[in-house]
């Protein structure tokens, strides 16, 4: 315990000295210097980041297999899955209506300044996206080489395969025993690697924090006060609904949750990256008293079904840019927009500005111009890290209340 009071204190502190030091380059240094300065100190958070991205598909192969396996049947696995996916469908619908619904009531797009667009940044997202059809979904879901999927960390793909393999293992009976005991074995190696890893966290935090300051500095809040204020109050009125839920089903526990997972949101926050916190989620999960055998199941799982934050934030970007360019659309509209993100947002943990890509395509659909996405690109960073520890939070509450219906919560 105290061992990860100390991180947690290390990462806070690294947040703060990011934020400091970001601020005076950006002060007192030239704009080359600036973006200069923020290359090189990146480099710290791509170290970070880069080590766990090394041990998520191993970890995530290990414990889904041994997971699926120790469930004992096809039945079990249906019946936590089907819970989980409860879970997941209902909070993506409430925070895609949320998003809905700030934007409507707020209209944060009429108040961005069109000369803000980062048009640049645009063109990079634009030249990633898709247009989305049955046929690109269905190839995102299935691997083709799970060795490829690996290689790309391909969350989904590799849930896919992981699921079938724990199903065929466990069929096997006592023959599939041995590969059970051998990836039980290496899933405990891996998580061992977890806490090497996470004594880099700091200086990650530090890095990223640092090179986002030097470049954008303080005065990106007052262009965008109005946008980012409303999305504050979205994620405020999610993080309270998902609380309430949280504290519907697991009671008194729910305090003792956040002191396990607090860590793991810190991190989340400031690296926006859902991904540099999903072994060390698994381990303080399973700390907190969840069973192994949910959290090894249904944590991977939302990392492609259940990511809140993103899913708000989707519509509420998707709305605002439309509103931006003055394009009116009808609740019709709005509502056939949310089915088509619940679809496209599927796996889009570990990709890189994810969200915006989607947003990118959806616009593209709706006859909202692309390129729209220029215009919120200058805050999306800040938008992200809170975006980024709402999907954490989230999926830490599903997996706890999946715990809880299966009666596997110590």
Not at 63 to 79: D, E, F, H, Q
Not at 206 to 221: D, E, N
Not at 248 to 260: A, E, F
């Amino acid at each position: 315990m105290r061992k990860r009071n100390n991180l947690t204190l290390y990462i806070l502190v690294a947040m703060a000295l990011g934020v400091v030091v970001g601020y005076l380059v950006f002060l007192y240094c030239l704009p080359e210097t600036r973006n200069g300065f923020a290359i090189k100190i990146k480099l710290l958070s791509t170290i970070f980041l880069r080590l766990v991205q090394m041990i998520i598909a191993p970890l995530v192969f290990s414990t889904l297999v041994v997971g699926i396996a120790k469930l004992g049947n096809i039945k079990t696995v249906g019946r936590v899955g089907g819970k989980a996916l409860l879970w997941f469908i209902s909070a993506s619908l409430a925070s895609l209506l949320l998003g809905m619904l700030l934007v409507n009531v707020f209209k944060p797009g009429a108040s961005i300044d069109l000369s803000n667009a980062d048009t640049a940044g645009a063109k990079d997202l634009i030249g990633k996206t898709q247009q989305f059809s049955l046929q690109n979904f269905v190839e995102h879901v299935f691997p083709v080489s799970v060795i490829e999927s690996m290689a790309e960390n391909q969350i989904l793909q590799i849930v896919v395969f992981s699921v079938m393999f724990g199903i065929a293992t466990a069929a096997l009976g006592d023959k599939g025993k041995i590969v059970i005991k051998g990836l039980n074995a290496v899933s405990h190696v891996i998580l061992k690697m977890v806490d090497y890893v996470m004594m880099t966290a700091p200086l990650g935090v530090f890095g990223a924090i640092a090179g986002v300051m030097a470049v954008q500095g303080p005065k990106i809040f007052l262009f965008y006060a109005n946008y980012f204020l409303y999305f504050i109050i979205g994620i405020a009125l999610l993080w309270l609904l998902l609380l309430t839920v949280g504290f519907i089903i697991l009671n008194k526990r729910l305090p003792s949750l956040l002191k396990h997972i607090v860590q793991p949101l810190i991190i989340a926050f400031s690296t926006t990256s859902s991904e540099a916190v999903f072994p060390k989620l698994t381990e303080e999960l399973e700390d907190f008293g969840c069973d192994e055998k949910i959290v090894s199941f249904v944590l991977p799982l939302g990392y492609s079904f259940n990511l809140d934050g993103s899913m708000m934030y989707m519509t509420f970007a998707s709305l605002a840019i439309a509103q931006a360019y003055g394009i009116h659309m009808d609740y019709g509209t709005q509502l056939t927009m949310l089915l088509v993100l619940m679809l496209t947002s599927k796996g889009i943990a570990g990709v890189p500005r994810a969200s915006l890509v989607v947003v990118t395509a959806t616009c593209a659909m709706f006859k909202i111009p692309p390129e729209g996405v220029a215009l919120i690109l200058p805050i999306d960073h800040f938008c992200d890290m809170f975006r980024t520890a709402t999907n954490v939070l989230g999926n830490g509450l599903a997996t706890s209340a999946v715990s809880k219906w299966e009666k596997a919560l110590d």
